[in-house]
Nanobody, 130 residues
C-alpha cells in the first residue's frame, strides 16, 4: 500500500500545475491527506490538508488564495491545484496520509518526518522559473 504522486514539472511564474496523490492498496476514507514541501536549505512547510472526517480544507498562509486541495473519492485521489505560481513555490512536494493526527499533523509545519506518516508519496519536484 502506498501513495503515488504525479504532476510536478517546470512552469513559468504566474503559471499553474496540478499535483495528484493516488492511494494504491488502501482507501483514503478515514485519513487526513495533506501536502507539504521542502526547498533546498529550508525547513519543511505545510501547504494544505483535507480532512476526510469533516471535509475541512486548510492551507498554509503562503499559498492561501492560490492553491486548492480537492478529492476524487471514486479514484481515491487527492489533488493540489496550484495557480499563480511564484519562484518561492519551488520545492519538492510530498503528499501524506495519516489517520490519527488529522490535519494538525500537517499545518502549519509537519509534525512528522515523511516516513513517519501512515502513508507518504515519493515526492514531486515543482520548479517555478522563467
Amino acid at each position: 500500500s502506498q501513495l503515488v504522486e504525479s504532476g510536478g514539472g517546470l512552469v513559468q511564474p504566474g503559471g499553474s500545475l496540478r499535483l495528484s496523490c493516488a492511494a494504491s492498496g488502501f482507501t483514503l476514507d478515514d485519513y487526513a491527506v495533506g501536502w507539504f514541501r521542502q526547498a533546498p536549505g529550508k525547513e519543511r512547510e505545510g501547504v494544505s490538508c483535507l480532512s476526510t472526517s469533516d471535509g475541512r480544507s486548510l492551507y498554509g498562509d503562503s499559498v492561501k488564495g492560490r492553491f486548492t486541495i480537492s478529492r476524487d473519492s471514486a479514484e481515491d485521489t487527492v489533488y493540489l491545484q496550484m495557480n499563480s505560481l511564484i519562484p518561492e513555490d519551488t520545492a519538492v512536494y510530498y503528499c501524506a496520509a495519516d489517520e490519527i493526527l488529522g490535519c494538525d499533523g500537517f499545518l502549519p509545519v509537519p509534525k512528522l518526518a515523511p516516513d513517519e506518516f501512515d502513508y507518504w508519496g515519493q515526492g514531486a519536484q515543482v520548479t517555478v522559473s522563467s
